[in-house]
């Protein structure tokens, strides 16, 4: 973690996750927009007269007072500025939720410097779920915020996906069903692809909103509106690069397949 010039300062940040700490205390995993990923131990927060509990649950963005101790920092005061009550009221919502902040928690590391565009990253996406309104049908509705998540997060940790020439020959993509491969981080073309193993097929409707949500605002991109099947196909393509590059298959995508089931 940064040095800090003060022994107590403010910060801006996100609940990740929390866990029990000693008899009455909560360890806070926070990513924040002044320090990065940080863990702060909130005192007494289990106590049912503590003032701090409800401020510190996953989702909420909070402000906090913090200070240094002898081996963490440690939570002083909180104010919550948004809590995005939403996305605790409905079990969608609650699920890709958790998936936004698992994958930054799984990408990111304590000690790393500042990434307010990160930070802002995070909150807009939590906002953008909580807002939705369709509740006939969230999970379609939820499809376009999480992609745009999911790339944008990628170009933040330096993972940005090869689009549009391919990853073998450097020629450009044309508008024709291509592969993918994880190992290489893009697209293969289909005189590439010939014979290789381990690729995935990526059909042109695919392919075309991916790059549309790479290379557009949220504005622009929320203007689409791919069929089911290109949806359903879009998401195995990203679940199964994050899968790659983390080394490891996240939780919250498990959960909610069993919701759809």
Known sequence: MPETKFRSFRVEAVVLRHSDYGEADRLLTLYTRQ???ARVLAKGARKIASRKAGHIEPFTHVKMQLAK???????????????YLPLREDLILTSQASYVLELLDRFTYEGETENPATFRLLTD??????SI?????????TWLVIRYYEMRLLDHMGFRPQ?????????????????FSFRAGGVICPRCGQGLKHLHNISVDALKYLRHFQRSSYAEASRSRPGAEVQRETEA?????FTYLLERELNTPGFLKKIKA
Do not use: H, W
């Open 237 to 241: 393509i990203m679940q199964g690069y």
């Open 69 to 83: 101790g002898k081996d963490m920092l440690i939570l002083t005061q909180a104010d919550t500025v948004d809590a």
């Open 35 to 37: 320090l990065g990923k």
């Open 163 to 179: 689009l549009v020439q391919c990853v073998n020959c450097g020629r450009e993509i044309k508008a024709e069903d291509q592969f």
């Open 125 to 130: 996406t939590l906002a953008r779920l909580a």
């Open 133 to 141: 309104s369709d509740a006939s049908s969230p999970l379609s509705a």
